[in-house]
């Protein structure tokens, strides 16, 4: 069982900058892929970033070059820094971990961008 927490979410205004964290504990497999997933009202949820943990990254074509993912491994954590955010950026924001044990989420954590 892998448990999830999020934080640092809130209201960012355009242009600023955030920085997402989750925590990852329980029985993790050391071989995973942890990213970061949203969705806003009336979407689906999409992905947004993610990185192996040998630290190969994937973006989604609408964040490339705004946002930055990233880990540190020996605390099981994942980061999502988001540089020069857009309106269209607001959505819950959602922590993933997976391995050929897990596909463990965690609760959510909001994000608005808002002047």
């Known amino acids: 069982q892998v448990q999830l927490v999020e934080s640092g979410g809130g209201l960012v205004q355009p242009g600023g900058s955030l920085r997402l964290s989750c925590a990852a504990s329980?029985?993790?497999?050391?071989?995973?892929?942890m990213g970061w997933y949203r969705q806003a009202p009336g979407k689906q949820r999409e992905l947004v970033a993610a990185?192996?943990?040998?630290?190969?990254?994937n973006y989604a074509d609408s964040v490339k070059g705004r946002f930055t993912i990233s880990r540190d491994n020996a605390r099981n954590t994942v980061y999502l820094q988001m540089n020069s955010p857009k309106p269209e950026d607001t959505a819950v924001y959602y922590c993933?971990?997976?391995?050929?044990?897990?596909?463990?989420w965690g609760q959510g954590t909001q994000v608005t961008v808002s002047s």
């Open positions: 329980g029985s993790i497999f050391g071989r995973n892929t």
């Open positions: 993933n971990l997976r391995s050929i044990f897990d596909n463990s």
């Open positions: 990185i192996t943990s040998g630290g190969v990254t």
